[in-house]
């Protein structure tokens, strides 16, 4: 069965901190991995996209990173700010059938200033 | 583009009562996510369409959903009847095929 596992669960971090949230997945076989921002009350929307060949992604102030071989992302965000309180959400789709993606559950994010 | 369209925004209605959710895709997507949100649970795939026919509805949950998509630009979701556990964010996304999706804002359903 295809699953997505992420990591912390919630996370609290001061202004201007690093943190990395990690996901872990068993989704085979593999199309890509995305990482979504979903802000309270809102749609998620997509930060990152990594195909199996890729194993760093950047978004301004976001680097996601794959390991292809041990299935594991990483999502880094640097110099954190408040704007950046929000659900991150791993999503790994298959290549096999329909291209349907699996979720993972989402690390909650607060910074505070 | 005014991105994904989904209404109500809030929807408060008794247990037993049928309930319809609504969403507008975006122009030229052909395809369409209906998807449910809790905090036990995350996000879960309802069924999807492509190019209006319903591809796989196997995340439906069971009798008492159904979805339609009439036309290229709208589709719905309707619960009948409807359950206090059916309470959830349930929200709508479209894509072009082989492009990401792009979720619109979601309606948050409490069933009392």
């Not at chain 1, 971090?13 to 921002?37: A, D």
């Not at chain 2, 949100?37 to 369409?49: A, C, H, K, N, W």
Request: net charge neutral; proline share 6%; aromatic share 10%.
């Amino acid at each position: 069965k295809n699953q997505v596992e992420q990591s912390p669960q919630s996370l609290i971090i001061l202004e201007g901190k690093n943190c990395t949230l990690q996901c872990n997945y068993t989704v085979s076989p593999f199309s890509n991995l995305r990482w979504y921002k979903q802000d309270t009350g809102r749609g998620p929307v997509s930060l990152t996209i990594m195909t199996f060949s890729e194993n760093t992604k950047s978004n301004g102030r976001y680097t996601a990173t794959l390991d292809a071989d041990t299935k594991q992302s990483s999502l880094h965000i640097t110099a954190s700010q408040l704007s950046d309180s929000a659900s991150y959400i791993c999503v790994v789709t298959s290549s096999g059938g329909s291209y349907i993606p699996t979720f993972g559950r989402g690390t909650s994010l607060i910074v505070h200033p | 583009d005014a991105g994904v369209i989904q209404s109500p925004r809030h929807e408060v209605t008794e247990m037993g009562q049928e309930v319809t959710l609504r969403c507008k895709p975006i122009s030229g997507h052909d395809y369409l996510f209906w998807y449910r949100q809790t905090m036990m649970r995350g996000l879960e795939l309802l069924i999807y369409f492509n190019n209006n026919v319903p591809i796989d509805d196997s995340g439906m949950p069971e009798d008492r959903f159904s979805a339609k998509m009439p036309n290229a630009s709208f589709s719905t979701l309707k619960i009948q009847p409807s359950e206090p556990r059916d309470s959830a964010v349930y929200f709508c996304a479209s894509r072009v095929s082989g492009t990401e999706q792009y979720f619109g804002p979601g309606t948050r359903l409490t069933v009392t």
